[in-house]
C-alpha cells in the first residue's frame, strides 16, 4: 500500500500543530489526523472517537510499526515542508471549514 496524497492544516495552538489527511493508493483518505507537539518531539495521533463514559478511541490505526513510521514519515514531512515555506492556512483541506474538525456526535447504536 502506498501513500499518494498528504494534506496538511495548520494551526496555532499549544500541543496541536496541524490536521492531515493522508491517501491510499488514490483510493482510500483517512482524514482528521493530527500533528501533536509532544515532550521531545512531534508525533502524528490517529483520528479517534469520544466515548460515552468519556474516554476516547482511534476509529482506525494501522496495525504494525512499518506502517505507521511511514504514515509519520509522510505526514510530519508534509508539516515541515509547509512550515519551512512560511505557508499558513488555518482552513481545513476539506473545503468545509465550519464543521471539518469538530467533535463527531455521538450515535445511539
Do not use: Q
Request: proline share 4%.
Amino acid at each position: 500500500m502506498e501513500i499518494t496524497e498528504v494534506r496538511v492544516s495548520l494551526r496555532d495552538e499549544e500541543k496541536l500543530k496541524a490536521y492531515a489527511s493522508i491517501v491510499f493508493d488514490n483510493c482510500f483518505i483517512v482524514k482528521d489526523l493530527r500533528v501533536i507537539d509532544g515532550n521531545d518531539r512531534l508525533w502524528v495521533a490517529m483520528p479517534n472517537k469520544k466515548r460515552r463514559d468519556g474516554t476516547r478511541r482511534d476509529v482506525c490505526h494501522p496495525l504494525n510499526a512499518e506502517t505507521r513510521s511511514k504514515i509519520e514519515e509522510a505526514v510530519l514531512a508534509k508539516y515541515d515542508e509547509l512550515m519551512r515555506s512560511g505557508l499558513y492556512d488555518s482552513s481545513p483541506e476539506t473545503g468545509d471549514a465550519e464543521d471539518a474538525h469538530e467533535e463527531p456526535e455521538e450515535s445511539e447504536a
